[in-house]
T-cell receptor, first 111, second 118 residues
Framework: EAGVTQSPTHLIKTRGQQATLRCSPISGHTSVYWYQQALGLGLQFLLWYDEGEERNRGNFPPRFSGRQFPNYSSELNVNALELEDSALYLC??????????FGPGTRLTVT | AQKITQTQPGMFVQEKEAVTLDCTYDTSDPSYGLFWYKQPSSGEMIFLIYQGSYDQQNATEGRYSLNFQKARKSANLVISASQLGDSAMYFCAMSYMNYGGSQGNLIFGKGTKLSVKP
């Protein structure tokens, strides 16, 4: 069974640009979660999508947004990039019991 | 609000010995799930073990066991027979559990860096 996949692996952007990160969940999982892991800040919850709907949002500004497609894959968009957005972005999908399985992450660097 | 506390920033253990990583949590919800993840230097988060708040028995998965003490609000991870490959960051996490048994996003602790010495 294929795991959670994320693309791209690395992304380098300049301040003010937009970044788009993609995630494909494990087959059969309908929920997708996005987390940010920045140096010194630990893992912070960004967004949760289930059945195409946004179910919950973490304490991040509106320039962090996303969506979930009919095939349950998901996209995270970060507009007007700032230097502090540099981080590892992790996507996870979950079983009905709530066990979340993570992808390898996208490392975003903003210069 | 939910909170996870891991008080050990770093720990050392001798290869083949057992080690306990501490985790305490705070929540007012009666239903919740507790998780442990391993993050090697590669960055990927690896699911290790899960404990539901209503589970009567402590969860076990191979060399991993979760010492769940509900009254003390602790969910310590025990790794038996440590291996060099166990060197990594370990995160404790919690999620609320709704009536349907499904859960939402995870709240993570700050992690414990485990180093296994040969």
């Amino acid at each position: 069974e294929a795991g959670v996949t994320q693309s791209p692996t690395h992304l380098i952007k300049t301040r003010g640009q937009q970044a788009t990160l993609r995630c494909s969940p494990i087959s059969g999982h309908t929920s997708v979660y996005w987390y940010q892991q920045a140096l010194g800040l630990g893992l912070q919850f960004l967004l949760w999508y289930d059945e195409g709907e946004e179910r919950n949002r973490g304490n991040f500004p509106p320039r962090f947004s996303g969506r979930q497609f009919p095939n349950y894959s998901s996209e995270l968009n970060v507009n007007a990039l700032e230097l502090e957005d540099s981080a590892l972005y992790l996507c996870a999908s979950s079983t009905n019991r709530g066990e979340q399985y993570f992808g390898p992450g996208t490392r975003l660097t903003v210069t | 609000a939910q909170k996870i506390t891991q008080t050990q920033p770093g720990m050392f253990v001798q290869e083949k010995e057992a080690v306990t990583l501490d985790c305490t949590y705070d929540t007012s919800d009666p239903s919740y799930g507790l998780f442990w993840y391993k993050q090697p230097s590669s960055g990927e988060m690896i699911f290790l073990i899960y404990q539901g708040s209503y589970d009567q028995q402590n969860a076990t998965e191979g060399r991993y066991s979760l010492n769940f003490q509900k009254a003390r609000k602790s969910a310590n991870l025990v790794i038996s027979a440590s291996q060099l490959g166990d060197s990594a960051m370990y995160f404790c996490a919690m999620s609320y559990m709704n009536y349907g048994g499904s859960q939402g996003n995870l709240i993570f602790g700050k992690g414990t860096k485990l180093s296994v010495k040969p």
